[in-house]
């Protein structure tokens, strides 16, 4: 019995769905690859994970299919994204999904997106710093910051790949050599930072973390982590000893993590989850919602360096403005100083290396 037409459009639909590059079709079958459009599909926006197989990258996958603000989500990496595509793909959400496995199909991945989330790379493990993923990580970045310039010089970069206080100088420096570099639109993402200040303020105060608002400015690792605990919402007083744990409880949050994970991993499920967040305060910009702010590891004159993380406000373009720390106490001008000493470090490395 011959398949009719609508039933043959289904199946060319789910097939391009999980692997929309490649589909192999027998010849006379009357099968045609399609776009990878599902009937009912949501009106959103495109966005693209790059590491989408990788321990932060599969549940980001699985959030970000959850968010009803996202129509079309391509999922990319250099192993596995078949089997991540297939899975994340029945979930019964809006956003269509595709797979994208290899160099090859990189430029296919990121044509078109309006948002682009990098995962992509090694994890820390025991013994590790973030500087010592530099060289592999740091390898990675450029040449996706390269596909970006090609394919989607345009979209939105939420930048994860660690040490984000290097990797973002150099997809600065890489979208410069390209021509397309937009300052407001390269975003390093440190909500895992605000997340975990949030939540270590939230059981000290004895409160519900969603009700804590904590700036975290510098930079994504170590003592360039900078929680400002005198600004925190709702107002508190906190004892030195308090400012001292809280302060190194945040700066060493990843460590307690990968120390926990026992060589097994390193803080995924919870980086994801701040991506997420991150990713939906960008999406809710580009759709024009107002007051969107947050911290991010940004282009930045806030300091004399010139990248910061520090609280922006998130619009159509990326970043709208970006507001000055506030008045800071004794502690954090200390802090401060320190932070800014480590930065301007870890930015130089990440400048050479994409200069080179």
């Known amino acids: 019995m011959?398949?009719?037409?609508?039933?043959?459009?289904?199946?060319?639909?789910?097939?391009?769905?999980?692997?929309p590059p490649n589909l192999q079709m027998e010849s006379g079958s009357g099968l045609e690859q399609v776009k990878c459009r599902a009937r009912g599909?949501?009106?959103?926006?495109?966005?693209?994970?790059?590491?989408?197989?990788?321990?932060?990258?599969?549940?980001?996958?699985?959030?970000?299919?959850?968010?009803?603000?996202v129509s079309l989500l391509h999922l990319y990496d250099v192993v596995n994204t078949p089997g991540v595509t297939a899975d994340i793909s029945h979930?019964?959400?809006?956003?269509?999904?595709?797979?994208?496995?290899?160099?090859?199909?990189?430029?296919?991945?990121?044509?078109?997106?309006?948002?682009?989330?990098?995962?992509?790379g090694v994890p820390r493990k025991p013994g590790m710093t973030r500087d010592d993923l530099f060289n592999i990580n740091a390898g990675i970045v450029k040449t996706l910051s390269e596909g970006i310039a090609k394919c989607?010089?345009?979209?939105?970069?939420?930048?994860?790949?660690?040490?984000?206080?290097?990797?973002v100088p150099i997809a600065a420096e890489i979208l410069k050599k390209a021509g397309c570099y937009d300052p407001r639109r390269l975003l390093g993402v440190t909500m895992l930072d605000v997340v975990r200040a949030n939540t270590f303020m939230a059981e000290v105060l004895g409160l519900d973390p969603r009700e804590v608002d904590v700036p975290v400015v510098g930079g994504?690792?170590?003592?360039?982590?900078?929680?400002?605990?005198?600004?925190?919402?709702?107002?508190?007083?906190?004892?030195?000893?308090?400012?001292?744990?809280?302060?190194?409880?945040?700066?060493?949050?990843g460590t307690e993590v990968v120390e926990a994970k026992a060589g097994a991993g390193s803080a995924t499920l919870s980086m994801a989850y701040a991506a997420?967040?991150?990713?939906?305060?960008?999406?809710?910009?580009?759709?024009?919602?107002?007051?969107?702010?947050?911290?991010?590891?940004?282009?930045?004159?806030?300091?004399?360096?010139?990248?910061?993380?520090?609280?922006?406000?998130?619009?159509?373009?990326?970043?709208?403005?970006?507001?000055?720390?506030g008045p800071l106490n004794e502690y954090e001008r200390v802090g401060l100083e320190k932070a800014k000493k480590e930065l301007a470090s870890s930015i130089e490395k990440g400048v050479t290396f994409a200069r080179k």
Request: aromatic share 4%; charged share 15%.
């Open 276 to 325: 997420v967040k991150f990713a939906d305060l960008c999406l809710r910009g580009l759709r024009g919602d107002a007051s969107i702010v947050q911290c991010a590891f940004v282009p930045s004159q806030v300091t004399e360096l010139p990248f910061f993380a520090s609280k922006v406000r998130l619009g159509r373009n990326g970043v709208e403005e970006i507001y000055p720390l």
């Open 152 to 167: 989607c010089p345009k979209a939105i970069v939420n930048l994860i790949s660690n040490p984000v206080n290097s990797t």
């Open 91 to 120: 979930m019964d959400t809006g956003a269509v999904v595709r797979g994208f496995l290899g160099q090859k199909q990189l430029e296919d991945a990121l044509t078109g997106m309006d948002l682009v989330i990098i995962p992509a």
């Open 2 to 19: 011959q398949p009719n037409s609508d039933a043959i459009q289904r199946l060319a639909r789910i097939s391009a769905h999980l692997d």
């Open 220 to 253: 994504h690792a170590g003592v360039t982590i900078l929680p400002l605990l005198s600004q925190v919402k709702p107002p508190c007083s906190l004892t030195t000893e308090e400012v001292n744990y809280l302060t190194s409880r945040i700066q060493n949050g």
């Open 41 to 69: 599909g949501s009106s959103g926006f495109k966005v693209a994970i790059l590491g989408a197989a990788g321990g932060i990258g599969q549940p980001l996958a699985l959030l970000m299919k959850m968010n009803p603000l």
